[in-house]
Nanobody
């Protein structure tokens, strides 16, 4: 069973940047990796995902051009670089992994999940 541990969350002012990381307990080069977020009182929503070798990426519309997902398979780590942050980006950010082929955008299509890391953007 793959274990995922997120890190790098914190408090940042609007317009600032933050990078969150997700380290896997084993090799995940053949896993689809995704980031989701959940704000208080809201459902968990898709943010970004990346294919096996990083050639395929997908983003939620509101983060396109601001967030970048990447992976380092040698380190079993996936990153989410977040720029031009907005208060509405405030949420717990979760890392997810799935041993599939296509890149899913729904939470129920991912098999493994991390515990999440809090990102707070102040106005």
């Amino acid at each position: 069973q793959v274990q995922l541990v997120e890190s790098g969350g914190g408090l940042v002012q609007a317009g600032g940047s933050l990078r969150v990381s997700c380290a896997a307990s084993e090799r995940t080069f053949n896993y689809i990796m995704g980031w989701f977020r959940q704000a208080p009182g809201k459902e968990r929503e898709f943010v970004a995902a990346i294919g096996w070798i990083g050639g395929t990426t997908m983003y939620e519309d509101s983060v396109k051009g601001r967030f970048t997902i990447s992976r380092d398979n040698a380190k079993n780590t996936v990153y989410l670089q977040m720029n031009s942050l907005r208060p509405e980006d405030t949420a717990v950010y979760y890392c997810a992994a799935d041993p599939g082929i296509r890149v899913p955008t729904k939470a129920n299509e991912y098999r493994y999940w991390g515990q999440g890391t809090q990102v707070t953007v102040s106005s």
